[in-house]
């Protein structure tokens, strides 16, 4: 399993962003998007069961972030809304096979694990 994000990119403040993370050979239950900004730690922001597209966020996620899973295209997305400085990090997708699917599940949890898209706001 590769999973390949893409769509990062430096954009203004206020701006909206779609990233997309490429799954190949991936049929698992779940999958999430991560984020990490310089200097800090890793964080989750959303997560979805991929067969039933059922979805939780961290609770500083709600509102502006958007995740879904295009089973056709095997491709997980993240819209981003109303981009602020703060939002700069490096995106990062990851996905499960098994067990308990939330935005609660941490990174090392995460049985696949993307190289990271950057993310620039100014």
């Known amino acids: 399993v590769q999973l390949v994000e893409s769509g990062g990119g430096s954009v203004q403040t206020g701006d909206s962003l779609r990233l997309s993370c490429s799954a190949s050979?991936?049929?698992?239950?779940?999958m999430g998007w991560f984020r990490q900004a310089p200097g800090k730690e890793r964080e989750a922001i959303a997560a979805?069961?991929?067969?039933?597209?059922?979805?939780n966020y961290a609770n500083s996620m709600t509102g502006r972030f958007t995740i879904s899973k295009d089973h056709v295209k095997n491709t997980l997305y993240l819209i981003m809304n109303s981009l602020t400085p703060e939002d700069t990090a490096v995106y990062y997708c990851?996905?499960?096979?098994?067990?308990?699917?939330?935005?609660?599940?941490?990174?090392?949890?995460?049985?696949?694990r993307g190289q990271g898209t950057q993310v620039t706001v100014s």
């Open positions: 979805i069961y991929t067969e039933t597209h059922s979805t």
């Open positions: 990851a996905a499960k096979d098994y067990g308990f699917c939330s935005d609660s599940v941490g990174w090392t949890d995460y049985h696949y």
């Open positions: 050979d991936y049929s698992g239950h779940c």
